[in-house]
């Protein structure tokens, strides 16, 4: 089935395309609308964005393969992501995994028993210094805990996504000022120089 894309669409992708110096560029946001319409990047969007750009359909497919963010089969309405990189899991990624496995009924890589969820495993989600952490269609979740997790994952069920919870960055604070140094130790006394005897006549 031909891709079809609304007038909306249309005009977004038309100017997506001209901020970029070739159209080839556009590759990559031109490739996130379609998915959002078709709901995965099927072979007619390849198909569809390669002709629109002046691409290969190999190239396209390049892109689509590269990029865990396209998805290459259907899935399911929600898409939810458990970040599994080190410094995840060194704060408790693991575990959070196996909990909404537990919860879904399902293994990563696969669909909920609900039919509302696909779950996958991402190797990292650029939050490393506040995980364990989660995407959620196209919002993050950080500093997890189950519970924390399990109210994010209702909401969502219910119909009222809640606004992405990432963690604002802080600045360091600017280092102290040095105090000001100790005042110089007096100098040493330079000895005197003894006079010379007398030189025999």
């Not at 560029?25 to 490739?31: D, E």
């Not at 990292?124 to 189950?146: H, S």
């Not at 994952?153 to 009222?160: P, Q, S």
Request: hydrophobic share 35%; with cysteine.
């Amino acid at each position: 089935m031909a891709l079809s894309l609304s007038t909306d669409q249309e005009k977004k992708i038309d100017e997506i395309v001209g901020r970029y110096p070739t159209k080839r560029a556009a590759c990559i946001p031109v490739l996130h609308v379609c998915q959002a319409q078709a709901g995965w990047v099927t072979a007619d969007v390849i198909a569809w964005v390669a002709q629109r750009l002046g691409m290969a359909t190999s190239e396209v497919q390049g892109v689509v393969t590269f990029y865990t963010m396209y998805h290459q089969a259907p899935v399911k309405k929600h898409v939810l992501w458990v970040c599994r990189t080190l410094s995840c899991d060194l704060r408790g990624g693991k575990a959070i995994q196996e909990h909404v496995e537990k919860r879904f009924g399902c293994h990563t890589g696969h669909d909920s028993t609900n039919g509302v969820w696909s779950l996958k495993k991402a190797e990292c989600l650029a939050g490393c210094g506040y995980g364990p952490m989660v995407q959620i269609d196209d919002r993050f979740f950080e500093n997890l805990t189950p519970a924390a997790l399990d109210a994010v994952i209702d909401a969502y069920e219910k119909g009222t996504p809640p606004p992405q919870a990432e963690t604002a960055f802080t600045k360091n604070p600017a280092p102290p000022k040095p105090s000001a140094p100790p005042p110089a130790a007096p100098a040493a006394p330079t000895p005197s120089t003894p006079p010379s005897a007398p030189q025999a006549s």
